[in-house]
């Protein structure tokens, strides 16, 4: 017994000592990481004190920036499917309202039935976490898909408003430019030249100036980058827009019409390429992405803005539909590169480009938002056919299908999406607002194509995330789930 407390007494010293080196070696581990740590800082400082640009620019400024070349196939994939979201969407829709009519109906005649039996079944569990969930996610492909839209209609809303001034048939009143080049880039014809052939062809030549300027509102923080600038004849203006803008001989009595986004009223100062005019009049229109739009007369803005710049284009009134008679004309005549266009081929010039530059990114978006969306939906329904396996074992063994179990389930995640098309509304509204406000010459509308695309593309996702539900219920064991029970 001695020999046994002898032998604690000498062992006792030896576990302080082993655990005196483990803390030292603990302090000096400690210490030399706060070294290590003091010198990446230190080091730290000196590089961002000294001028290395050559490390600015790696770190910042080069990364790692894949390069894959670009794909037009995939460019207009993107393009077809942000457009059949928007075309189908609302078909689509209507197609599940009628559905889940007719679901509820039959609940409603057969409260006894089989499938008010199932419903009763897959709903014992609350589904407002998803429904809320879904809706949200539906807000945000609902706000994404009109971005696209939004963006090329309302660029052509200038050429639009010029037609309608000039009392030009959209499809049939030729349009005679310098070349065929996007709405308002520079282009410029022989008007003099242009207006001989027309009138001898029996038409009324009406020339104009379309142009990318500036415009600010001098009392405002922010402005739009760019000004859509329409000019056509004094005479036009006052008979389509009831405001006379005649020819003036000091260019500080230049006058405007405006964008009403700009923030001016009638009787205000704006500057127009840096130049001061009275505004005369506003107009509803949002001329696409951080624009705001400005029509004037054609004899102020050759006179004040452009002079010297010889005219963009010319209508031809009382030609309609001789756009390949009067090309042929002008090519031979004037210019082999002029071009006699109709205001909607050359308004669809510029659908097809902001198309292009918009709608791919915007896809992504949608795409993006889908992809994290049916991944938490389909935890969801992983999740809740974990903690149902049993109910649904009990069903099996009551002779119940699992063809029938899936598809109560498919019915009831359908419905999920159904129902929250609702309250996406509410996300799709805030979301618009926030678009809408963000920039000028942006109008983005929650509207049945919108809300269609948004239900379509979540009814697509739901469908494909069903999948994995499905077999988890194929893999479940009768057995093995009421031996676990018991």
């Avoid at 039996?117 to 709903?123: E, G, L, P, R």
């Avoid at 539909?321 to 590169?337: D, H, N, T, Y």
Wanted: charged fraction near 20%; include cysteine.
């Amino acid at each position: 017994m001695s020999k046994a407390v002898i032998s604690t007494e000498k062992r006792a010293p030896k576990v302080e000592a082993n655990s005196t080196q483990s803390r030292n070696n603990e302090k000096h581990r400690f210490s030399r990481t706060a070294k290590i740590m003091a010198g990446v800082a230190i080091a730290g400082g000196v590089l961002a004190g000294a001028n290395t640009h050559q490390a600015h620019d790696f770190f910042n400024d080069t990364g790692f920036t894949p390069t894959p070349s670009v794909s037009s196939a995939g460019t207009e994939a993107l393009i077809t499917a942000t457009d059949d979201l928007r075309d189908y969407g609302p078909s689509v829709l209507a197609l599940g309202l009628v559905g889940g009519g007719a679901l509820w109906l039959n609940r409603r005649r057969n409260p006894d039935g089989q499938l008010a039996a199932m419903h009763d079944i897959t709903h014992q569990t609350s589904r407002r976490g998803r429904r809320l969930f879904t809706a949200g996610v539906m807000g945000l492909v609902v706000g994404a898909s009109g971005l696209g839209f939004a963006a090329s209609e309302g660029a052509n809303e200038p050429i639009k408003g010029m037609a309608e001034m000039m009392g030009a048939d959209m499809n049939n009143t030729p349009l005679i430019m310098g070349s065929e080049v996007l709405p308002l880039n520079t282009t410029t014809i022989d008007y003099a030249a242009v207006s001989d052939i027309i009138i001898k062809d029996g038409g009324t030549p009406v020339p104009f100036i379309a142009a990318l300027g500036d415009i600010k509102n001098p009392d405002a923080k922010s402005n739009p980058s760019s000004a859509p600038i329409i000019a056509v004849p004094n005479a036009v203006i006052e008979k389509s827009l009831g405001v006379s803008m005649p020819a003036i001989e000091n260019c500080d009595d230049m006058s405007i019409i405006v964008g009403d986004q700009l923030g001016v009223k009638v009787g205000n100062k704006a500057l127009i390429n840096d130049r001061s005019a009275t505004v005369v009049g506003t107009v509803n229109q949002k001329p696409g992405l951080d624009r705001v739009g400005v029509i004037s007369s054609l004899e102020q803005v050759e006179k004040c803005l452009y002079p010297g710049l010889p005219i963009s284009g010319a209508l031809a009134l009382g030609l309609d539909g001789k756009q390949a008679e009067l090309q042929a004309q002008v090519r031979e005549q004037i210019s082999p590169v002029y071009k006699a266009d109709s205001f909607a081929g050359f308004e669809q010039r510029y659908k097809d480009f902001w198309d292009h530059s918009v709608k791919p990114p915007q896809m992504i978006l949608i795409l993006s938002s889908l992809a994290l969306g049916s991944s938490a939906i389909a935890g969801m329904q992983t999740s809740e056919i974990l903690m149902r396996r049993k109910n649904i074992g009990m069903l099996l063994s009551q002779g119940v299908d699992k063809k029938q179990i899936k598809r109560s389930y498919n019915i009831a995640a359908h419905k999920d999406t159904l129902v929250a098309t609702g309250p996406s509304l509410a996300a799709a509204a805030v979301l618009a607002e926030v678009y809408n406000s963000s920039q000028f010459g942006i109008a983005e509308a929650v509207n049945v194509s919108a809300v269609g695309a948004g239900y379509f593309a979540l009814a697509l996702s739901t469908a494909a995330t069903s999948v994995f539900r499905n077999r988890m219920i194929d893999k479940i064991d009768r057995a093995a789930e009421l031996r676990s029970g018991v």
